[in-house]
């Protein structure tokens, strides 16, 4: 694993709800800590993009299509699909 520091960060307990949520829809995929890790990283691509059209970031596209995936292959309104 590469080196890393301990930071603590305030945020709001609704910021805090809405990450355990979407790590929640994720499933085992991702804990809290990696969600923040990733969601740091992806900030930082944006803002160190060069063009005129600001990419989605991909950890964003990742979790989004896993959820949906999740969504739409595991439901019982999936209809077996996935399976």
Not at 3 to 19: L, N, S, W, Y
Not at 50 to 77: C, K, Q
């Amino acid at each position: 694993m590469a080196k890393g520091k301990t930071i603590t960060i305030r945020v709001p307990e609704d910021t805090v709800e809405q990450i355990k949520g979407v790590c929640s829809d994720l499933g085992e995929s991702y804990n809290f800590n990696q969600f923040v890790n990733q969601s740091l990283g992806a900030i930082l691509e944006v803002i160190r993009h060069e063009g005129e059209e600001i990419p989605v970031p991909r950890f964003a596209m990742m979790a989004r299509l896993m959820r949906d995936y999740e969504l739409t292959h595991f439901s019982e309104n999936g209809k077996g699909k996935g399976t």
